[in-house]
C-alpha cells in the first residue's frame, strides 16, 4: 500500500513539473523586468510597497499615495520638501528592499515613499586620506568593486551583496569580526549628508552635514530610517588586501566552548552548526599578504541564480515535506544542501572558474560578499534568486538576533540540550544550511550592540497560506524566545518577526539619545510610521494579538486561540526554557508532537 501511494505521489508530480515547464517557456520568457519594491496604477500614484520577499511579517499591503525617483541630491531636498510641505508620511525605499519587517511602510494611504534607486553613484574617491563617497542608494556590489579599482578595500560587509549603503545603516548590517573595529559596516562611517524636514522659512527641507566629531553621527549610522533621507556617506577605507578561506567540518561536542574563542582566532572567522548532523562548519579567514598567489572568487551557491522551474518544483516538494511528510524524510532531504554546498566549497572558487580545494586566496571585494542571482531579476524570470514575490518559489522566515559574547556559550549548551530532546526537530534547520553564527563588536552608534556579540541567523519554512502547519514549530520558536528572552538577545533590526521586537529597544542603553535626535531632526515625526514607533518604544507595540498570531510570529502564545487548535496546535511552555510559551502540535488526546516516526 506503502509503495502504492509512493507511485501515485511521484506520477502527479511528474504532470505537475510538465505544466510548470510548459508556464515557464510560454508564460515567464516573456515578462518584463521587475519594478523593484514599489508598483504603482497611475504613473507614480496609487502605489504598492512591499520587500524582496513579496510579504510583511503580518501579510499585509502596505499602500502609499505617490512615488518619487530623486536622482540628485537637489531633487532628494524638493521630494522631502513636497512631503513635509503635504504634510505626509514619508519613507525611503532602497532598490531592492532586503529588510523583512515594515520599515519601509509610511502607514495609512496617503504617504510618500523616496526610492534611492537612482542615487547609486560614487561620489569621491580620495586615495590618498583612504575616503570614498557614495550615495546612499548604491549597492553594496558596485561599491566594493569600485573601491577595488581604486586600490581600497571596505573592510567589512554583510555576506549578501544586494544591500545599498543607506539600507545597511539603517539596519546596523554586518559581517563577522571582532578585531580592530568590527564587522559592522556603520563603524566605517565617517561623515553623512541627510535630507531632514525643516519649517516653511527654511523651504521644508535641509540638508545636514554630519562629520565623524558630530555626535548625532551616532544616530545616524544605525538609524532605522526614522530622522531623514540620507543623501551621501562618507567611508574609511583600507588598502586593498587578500583573505585566505577555509572551512573545517567537525564534531558539535565542544561547540559552546569553541564559539567563545572563535572570533578572537580569526578577523573575518563565522560558524555554521548543523544540529541535527551534530556538525560544525568553522570558517578559517584571515588576511593574507597581498603578494600570497591567488585570485580567488565568492560566488555562494545560495545566492546564485537558479532555473525558475527547478526552484518551484523544490517548493512543491517542500511544502509537502512541511505539511504532510515524516521526520523520516524531512531529516533525509535535510541532508542534500550542505553537501552539496560541502562538495562544491560553497560556491569558493580558486581562480573564478574552479574549486580546487581550500584555501582559497583572493582580493577582499571578491571574497567579501556575492549575489550573482541579482543579475537574474533581469532575465525574464527564466532564473530567479531562492527568493522572487513573482515565482512561487522559497519562502521562508529569516530571524536574527545577537546574544552577548559572554552568554552565548550558556545558550548555545541550552540548544543543545533541546536538540537532544528531539534531534529530528532540528532537519529543517540543516535543510536551510543550519544556524550561522557571526561576530559583531560593541558600538558607539546609540543603536547598535552594547557589547561584543554573537550574531545567530536562521532561516526557516514559512508557508504561503496564513496559519498553516509547520513541522516543529514549538522548538523554533523556544529557541528564539530563549535567546531574546532568557539570555537578553536583541532582535536583528532588518529581520525577524513581530514579537522578537517587544520589549527591544530597553536594551539599549543609548536608546534616550536616539529618540532626542529623532525629536530633534524630525519634530513632526515626518519619517516615523506605526511601526518604527512600536519598535522603539513611543507608543503601541509591535505585537498583534488575535487568532493564530503565535503561529505567524505576530504574538506569543498566552491562549489557546492565539495558536491554531482546529488544527492541534496549542499554547504550551517551552521543553528547556520553561518561560516560553510556545504552539505545539498535540494529538487528539493530548499526546505527543504528531508527525514523529
Not at 111 to 131: F, K, M, Q
Not at 553 to 568: F, M, V, Y
Amino acid at each position: 500500500m506503502a509503495r502504492r501511494l509512493l507511485v501515485i505521489f511521484f506520477e502527479a508530480l511528474t504532470v505537475l513539473l510538465l505544466i510548470l515547464a510548459l508556464w515557464v517557456v510560454f508564460h515567464l520568457a516573456g515578462t518584463r523586468s521587475p519594478p523593484g519594491p514599489v508598483v504603482c496604477s497611475n504613473g507614480t500614484s496609487d502605489c504598492m510597497v512591499t520587500n524582496i520577499y513579496g510579504s510583511f511579517p503580518d501579510r499585509t499591503v502596505c499602500r502609499v499615495a505617490n512615488v518619487a525617483y530623486p536622482r540628485t541630491e537637489q531633487e532628494l531636498v524638493a521630494a522631502v520638501a513636497a512631503a513635509v510641505a503635504a504634510k505626509r508620511k514619508v519613507k525611503v525605499a532602497t532598490r531592492y528592499s532586503n529588510s523583512f519587517p515594515k520599515l519601509a511602510c509610511p502607514g495609512g494611504e496617503e504617504g510618500t515613499i523616496i526610492s534611492t534607486r537612482w542615487l547609486n553613484r560614487t561620489v569621491a574617491i580620495d586615495t590618498a586620506r583612504r575616503l570614498m563617497t557614495v550615495e546612499s542608494g548604491m549597492v553594496l556590489h558596485d561599491l566594493i568593486k569600485e573601491a577595488a579599482i581604486a586600490g581600497l578595500a571596505l573592510p567589512h560587509s554583510p555576506y549578501w551583496s544586494g544591500l545599498t549603503i543607506g539600507g545597511m545603516l539603517a539596519t546596523g548590517a554586518h559581517g563577522s569580526s571582532l578585531w580592530g573595529k568590527g564587522g559592522a559596516v556603520h563603524e566605517y562611517v565617517v561623515g553623512m549628508r541627510i535630507v531632514t524636514p525643516a519649517p516653511a522659512s527654511e523651504g521644508f527641507a535641509v540638508v545636514r552635514e554630519l562629520s565623524a566629531d558630530n555626535p548625532d553621527l551616532d544616530a545616524a549610522k544605525v538609524s532605522l530610517g526614522v530622522l531623514g533621507a540620507i543623501s551621501q556617506v562618507t567611508l574609511a577605507m583600507q588598502p586593498l588586501f587578500k583573505r585566505s578561506v577555509k572551512f573545517v567540518k567537525r564534531n558539535d561536542i565542544d561547540i559552546a566552548e569553541k564559539v567563545a574563542v572563535w572570533g578572537g582566532l580569526h578577523e573575518f572567522g563565522d560558524v555554521v552548526w548543523l544540529p541535527w548532523q551534530g556538525k560544525v562548519v568553522y570558517r578559517e579567514d584571515d588576511r593574507v599578504d597581498i603578494s600570497t598567489p591567488g585570485n580567488g572568487h565568492n560566488d555562494y551557491i545560495g545566492f546564485r541564480p537558479q532555473p525558475s522551474l527547478a526552484l518551484v518544483a523544490t517548493r512543491v516538494a517542500e511544502e509537502w515535506l512541511e505539511e504532510r511528510g515524516t521526520d523520516t524524510a524531512r531529516c533525509m532531504a535535510s541532508r542534500v544542501l550542505p553537501a552539496t554546498f560541502e562538495h562544491r566549497g560553497y560556491g569558493f572558487t580558486n581562480d573564478g572558474a574552479a574549486f580546487m580545494g581550500y584555501p582559497v586566496v583572493g582580493y577582499q571585494h571578491r571574497i567579501q560578499a556575492s549575489g550573482s542571482c541579482i543579475g537574474s531579476l533581469e532575465d525574464g524570470l527564466l532564473s530567479s534568486c531562492l527568493w522572487n514575490p513573482r515565482v512561487r518559489v522559497h519562502m521562508f522566515y529569516n530571524s536574527g538576533f545577537s546574544v552577548a559574547l559572554s552568554r552565548a556559550p550558556a545558550f548555545i549548551a541550552d540548544v543543545t540540550r533541546l536538540r537532544d530532546l528531539n534531534p529530528s526537530a532540528f532537519c529543517q534547520l540543516d535543510s536551510k544550511m543550519g544556524l550561522l553564527m557571526r561576530y559583531v563588536r560593541a558600538s558607539s552608534a546609540y543603536l547598535g550592540k552594547a557589547e561584543d556579540s554573537v550574531d545567530f541567523d536562521l532561516t526557516y519554512y514559512r508557508s504561503y497560506a496564513r496559519c498553516a502547519r509547520r513541522a516543529h514549530a514549538d522548538v523554533f520558536d523556544e529557541l528564539e524566545q530563549m535567546a531574546l528572552h532568557k539570555y537578553g538577545g536583541v532582535p536583528h533590526w532588518g529581520k525577524n518577526r513581530n514579537f522578537a521586537f517587544e520589549g527591544a529597544i530597553a536594551k539599549y542603553p543609548n536608546a534616550g539619545e536616539f529618540v532626542k535626535v529623532k525629536d530633534r531632526l524630525d519634530p513632526d515625526g515626518i519619517f516615523s510610521s506605526e511601526w518604527s514607533d512600536q519598535v522603539l518604544g513611543i507608543r503601541g507595540s509591535p505585537i498583534v494579538v488575535g487568532d493564530g498570531c503565535a503561529m505567524e510570529g505576530l504574538c506569543i502564545c498566552s491562549d489557546d486561540s492565539h495558536c491554531a487548535p482546529e488544527l492541534g496546535y496549542f499554547c504550551r511552555p517551552g521543553k528547556v526554557f520553561t518561560g516560553a510559551r510556545v504552539c505545539s502540535l498535540r494529538d487528539v488526546a493530548g499526546g505527543g508532537d504528531l508527525r514523529d516516526d
